[in-house]
């Protein structure tokens, strides 16, 4: 195994704390579908050649966790307190520790291409930082070589300000940027992901397919 980190930063999946925008579509059915999110983004870093981790919010040892973790080669950690942005600091800085670069991305893009995640540690062969921005004004993955603790302190979170933001923090560092992608968060970006699932092969995010026909969306 090469050295590296993969961090897939996730929630445990409890109703009412996941997707809860998904919820005026869905109901209670919305947790299933984050479970779909997190089993195929786990499936996708699986095939990194890097160390894995899944970071969870929440109750890390929820048996949807212990299962994913297993399935796909994870050690589980419990994020530290605070918001997300010291959450993320803490972890990449700890990842780091352990030598080799290190990536987090989210549990919000099944569709998400593993070429993607593996041209972000390309890219930190060659530079300290690496950002991929999403359609919402976020952005899907972060990575470093460096700690990094300028780009999470005071950030509002959540917002579609943090793209532009950490863009103007990373001005005059050393960084590289992977193209667009996007998160599914809410019912249009979920009528997104539906439309773009019917134009890929269907080995792309099984667990979601499914999960998506079970509850009559597709």
């Given at each position: 195994?090469?050295?590296?980190?993969?961090?897939?930063?996730?929630r445990?999946?409890?109703?009412?704390?996941?997707?809860?925008?998904?919820?005026?579509?869905?109901?209670?059915?919305?947790?299933?579908?984050?479970?779909?999110?997190?089993?195929?983004?786990?499936?996708?870093?699986?095939?990194?050649?890097?160390?894995?981790?899944?970071?969870?919010?929440?109750?890390?040892?929820?048996?949807?966790?212990?299962?994913?973790?297993?399935?796909?080669?994870?050690?589980?950690?419990?994020?530290?307190?605070?918001?997300?942005?010291?959450?993320?600091?803490?972890?990449?800085?700890?990842?780091?520790?352990?030598?080799?670069?290190?990536?987090?991305?989210?549990?919000?893009?099944?569709?998400?291409?593993?070429?993607?995640?593996?041209?972000?540690?390309?890219?930190?062969?060659?530079?300290?930082?690496?950002?991929?921005?999403?359609?919402?004004?976020?952005?899907?993955?972060?990575?470093?070589r460096?700690?990094a603790?300028?780009?999470?302190?005071?950030?509002?979170?959540?917002?579609?300000?943090?793209?532009?933001?950490?863009?103007?923090?990373?001005?005059?560092?050393?960084?590289?940027?992977?193209?667009?992608?996007?998160?599914?968060d809410?019912?249009?970006?979920?009528?997104?992901?539906?439309?773009?699932?019917?134009?890929?092969?269907?080995?792309?995010?099984?667990?979601?397919?499914?999960?998506?026909?079970?509850?009559?969306?597709?």
């Amino acid at each position: 195994m090469s050295e590296g980190t993969l961090i897939v930063f996730a929630r445990a999946p409890v109703a009412g704390k996941v997707k809860t925008r998904l919820e005026q579509r869905l109901g209670g059915r919305a947790v299933a579908l984050y479970e779909a999110f997190l089993e195929d983004t786990c499936a996708v870093g699986a095939g990194i050649d890097a160390r894995r981790v899944l970071a969870v919010s929440g109750g890390a040892t929820h048996p949807a966790i212990t299962r994913i973790a297993q399935a796909h080669g994870y050690t589980v950690e419990k994020q530290c307190p605070g918001d997300l942005g010291e959450r993320m600091d803490h972890a990449l800085t700890t990842a780091l520790a352990g030598g080799g670069p290190v990536c987090i991305i989210g549990s919000d893009a099944p569709t998400l291409p593993r070429a993607l995640v593996e041209q972000a540690f390309a890219e930190l062969r060659a530079h300290d930082l690496v950002l991929g921005p999403a359609n919402d004004g976020g952005y899907w993955l972060v990575g470093a070589r460096r700690p990094a603790p300028e780009l999470f302190a005071d950030m509002p979170w959540g917002t579609p300000v943090v793209l532009p933001r950490t863009l103007a923090r990373l001005r005059g560092t050393d960084y590289a940027l992977l193209p667009f992608w996007y998160d599914v968060d809410d019912p249009a970006s979920m009528g997104i992901l539906v439309s773009h699932l019917d134009l890929l092969p269907p080995e792309i995010a099984p667990v979601t397919r499914r999960t998506l026909a079970g509850l009559g969306v597709v």
